[in-house]
Nanobody, 124 residues
Framework: QVQLVESGGGLVQAGGSLRLSCAAS????????MGWYRQTPGKQRELVAT???????TFADSVKGRFTISRDNAKNTVYLQMNSLKPEDTAVYYC??????????????????WGQGTQVTVSS
């Protein structure tokens, strides 16, 4: 069973920076993709940024130019560097990971996992 451990959330003033980390454990394989989503009360969870094991990235339009995402494949860890934070970035941030599984040496399917969430609060 894959477990995701998030760290790095907290309180920061507008214009400040935070770095989130998410470390995955429990899989003998490297991830297909990992990323971050966020959610505020009464709203659906939304994509923030994702990265594949090959390094392809995707960003929400609202964070482009301010957030970067990087990964350490060997450690199955992903990082979200958040700069120029705005009050509207306030949310619970969730790590997501997609891992493959194999049967008799052949690809079987992928599984989706979520972290417990970490609060990011940006004060104005």
């Amino acid at each position: 069973q894959v477990q995701l451990v998030e760290s790095g959330g907290g309180l920061v003033q507008a214009g400040g920076s935070l770095r989130l980390s998410c470390a995955a454990s429990g899989s003998p394989y490297s991830f297909n993709a990992m990323g971050w989503y966020r959610q505020t009360p009464g709203k659906q969870r939304e994509l923030v940024a994702t990265i594949t094991s090959g390094g392809t990235t995707t960003f929400a339009d609202s964070v482009k130019g301010r957030f970067t995402i990087s990964r350490d494949n060997a450690k199955n860890t992903v990082y979200l560097q958040m700069n120029s934070l705005k009050p509207e970035d306030t949310a619970v941030y969730y790590c997501n990971a997609d891992f493959p599984t194999y049967s008799s040496g052949l690809y079987y399917r992928s599984w989706d996992y979520w972290g417990q969430g970490t609060q990011v609060t940006v004060s104005s």
